[in-house]
């Protein structure tokens, strides 16, 4: 993408991707047609130029369980897709939505009335139960449920009224929004590690997930800027709500952007360099943890080398509850 | 240390900078008289392996009454009780196990949570601190605190003690710790969050759904709340702390390690610290997600928050015992690591 604002993010973390990467497309290409065929052409046009496929392949490239790599990749796919798909759904909408995408990651059987996105949702439970315990799925539950609830239903009312919120608590919202908390659950199995419940619960490994899904979100903001600023009603953007809270220009609300980009950058470094002793843990925690900055890399490259998400015309109408599917 | 006349003149320099303000009033629970009287009498009973003077020190710091200040709208003594006993042996615990090492609080830990979530429900008849937290999940039983709201305390109370395990580090090798681990260290340490859980005990914040509890916007409130009750405490323990070796896990001394200023200037970078999170507080308060119809009870709860908060900081600035020279009770179990 032309760099309009510049300089852009900048890790310390590895940069990676799959040796998979064609099965990755391929599957995703597959699924288009078959799962997700119940969307509209034009919307399974952007998708196929999107190339979501990479997306797992950068974020999770060392998955060493080749048999992970197929669920990981379909996760990704779904997760995205479910985002746009339901964007302009009631709260309602949502409520049923979280109901049943919990009751089948718990192993519920799919019925008449699920669609393709939801099929998706049951194959990836079915192809990861034989690596992950229960308390796993429990726990991944948890945090799609604050998505959906917080995250996806968080936004609607300043989308819908067009009002922009006061920095501090946009942080909050998009810090859900972005999706990305649910899926860092997602880096246990590319670790194939998958964390005791004493580290899981650790209030420092929570801070650096936080830390994770914020840059996530950020990164996002950055990416997706000229986009928005194209559709004038993007109200959920960390450089528009910057802008708006002190009253600046967009430049200078760009580098403000960055600098709170920067500083997480170097919380979560400082946090990662002094973590707490997990005794016989340790090293795969360590890793655990060096893998969260590889997943913000990955997906930093994705926007940079891969995508057309953000192009002109690269993004899907929010199809559930809109008449004007073409 | 010495205690030269110009150590005194230092420290009571310090004791004259400027220290928090909350827009909030403060109140007491009015059976906190009838509450200290059980907690003289808990430390007679159960703090029997403490040093005479050690008990007679923790008698005059009226523990519960943080307790009392922090929740003062629960409805009996009943009530107030397991967050007293919390509070209190919360308290005398961080002193008595002050020194020992961190796979020693990581066992005492393991002990107290399953005391507390009834995984062990044999009545400890050892130290009277293991005890007491026995007691506490009995006192709640009664008390009829609804088991969502119970599991939501003592899992915050298991945070606290995952804190007081990850200080040690700290405190071991006399060093500050960089900002972002004192951050997640002192949230949990300070003693806030169970405070944050148990106002939801009070007025009629007992019928907040989970999806309000639970909800990010008021679990960030929560973490300002137990990071302000943090850094209040850091302002008025300086002194104390500046003349013990080891008592690393303040904000001021943080600050003065991390940008390398004299001390004067540490305090105010950490006011201001302070101060912008209770800006936060504040904003957040006043743009609250939509609750619907728990609307008006969401934002009382979060008023409640700050007096709470207001609450504790009272009993800092009325107690003039606990960080007074020679009035805090020092570390007594000799660490066998």
Redesign the interface.
Known sequence: MPARFTPLPDYPFIDAITEHEAQFRQEANLWYDTDYAFMSKSTLKRYKRMDLGRVAARMLPHTSRKECNTPLNRFTIWITIMDDYYELATKKNLEALRVRVADLLMGEKLTADDNGILHQVAKTRIELAPHVPDRWFERLVADMN?YI??GMG?ES?YKISRRI??L??FM??R??SIGVHPYLHLVEVENDFILPEYVAR???IH?LQDLISRLSGWQNDFYSLEKELAIDHEMMNLITVIRHEYDISLDEAYAEALRIHDADVA?FV??HA?L??FGIYQQEVYKYVSYLGVLIQGLQKWYQLDTHRYDPDGFPKPEFGSSQID | MSNSISDEQFYAELQRLPKPRYPFPDFMHPDFQQQREEYYDWIDREYILHSKAAREKHKLHNLTDIAARGCPFLRTLEELRPLANYTANGAMMDDYWDRCSRNEMNEVRKRIVALLNGEDTTEPTDNGIFHQFWVLRQDAIKCCMPERLYKKYIDSIHNVLIGYTEEKVYYRANIPPPLPVYLIIRELTSGGLPFCKYVSMQKDYRQLPDDVLAHPHILRIHTICALMIGMHNDFISLPKELRREGDTMNLVIVMQHAHKVPIEEAYTMALEFHDNHLKEFMLLHEHLPAFGECQDTVYNYVQDLGIMVAGVYAWHTNDTSRYVNGGYVDGEYVSQD
């Open positions: 604050s609830i917080y968080g009312p919120p006061p501090a608590e909050i919202i810090e859900w650790h209030p420092t801070r919380e400082a946090i002094a707490p002793d």
